[in-house]
């Protein structure tokens, strides 16, 4: 969610040299492209529904009221909807450590996948607890469910990892639980996205108005940094080759 489309799209283009194209969700809405595939959502909400800025995962559910109610059941918060956004209808909540993220119902752009050749590289939850994690969104997305076709669920190096057949789409992290609330470990989701260079990137999100909060340096990946866009949304870039 942006505060404004036009300087959001600049600012990635610049950074991540995605071009854009418009939606049937109206005017407010673009969806990113990276080498003409889908790979993100910009809607300029932020100021109207009082959110920050932030990149927030969502997730695709059958049945979006449904959904919300096992979010409520177990004691996590439905911030907003399911609000009817034609084509489809969208939630944004809480899980009960308080990390953001949201469900979509309906259709999906065409060739959109995550951890693979388009769309995000990579979603990670950072939270207090990633076996109780694993368990409410197991139970709220019917991750692992037996009776449909649905992502599973792995414990490998102390992380709970998801798998959407033989990619690995999402993992969940547990952190210490007295942390101070930094906004870099506090209960959040975290994207992941896919350049070429990380360094460039970097220093085309200075140049454009934004800043380095971790510079370059290796991880699970060969090369990641995190970035905050000028109005605060926080991002991860990484190379996967």
């Known amino acids: 969610m942006a505060r404004g489309l036009e300087a959001a799209q600049d600012f990635y283009g610049a950074v991540l040299g995605w071009t ?9 809405f673009t969806v990113a492209l990276s080498g003409g595939a889908p790979v993100a959502g910009i809607g300029a909400l932020a100021s109207s529904l009082q959110t920050a800025v932030a990149w927030t995962p969502y997730f695709a559910v059958a049945d979006a009221d449904l959904t919300a109610a096992r979010i409520r059941e177990r004691g996590a918060t439905v911030a907003v909807g399911p609000l009817a956004m034609p084509p489809g209808r969208a939630t944004l909540a809480a899980d009960p450590d308080g990390a953001v993220f949201g469900l979509w119902e309906g259709p999906t752009a065409r060739d959109w996948s995550v951890g693979r050749e388009s769309g995000p590289a990579w979603l990670e939850l950072r939270t207090r607890d990633a076996f109780a994690a694993a368990i409410f969104y197991g139970q709220v997305l019917l991750w692992g469910a037996e009776d449909r076709e649905s992502c599973e669920v792995h414990y490998e190096n102390e992380e709970v990892l998801v798998r959407d057949g033989a990619h690995t789409v999402a993992a969940l992290r547990g952190g210490a639980i007295e942390s101070a609330p930094d906004p870099r470990i506090r209960p959040r989701w975290r994207v992941f996205f ?14 454009a108005g934004g800043r380095v909060v971790d510079p370059p340096a290796a991880s699970r990946f060969p090369e990641e940094a995190t970035l905050r866009d000028p109005d605060g949304g926080l991002f991860t870039v990484v190379t996967t080759d």
Not at 20 to 28: A, H, M, S, W
Not at 194 to 207: E, I, L, Y
Request: glycine fraction near 4%.
């Open 194 to 207: 896919r350049v070429p260079d990380v360094s460039a990137a970097a220093d085309a999100a200075t140049a």
């Open 20 to 28: 854009f194209r418009p939606t049937r969700l109206g005017e407010e």
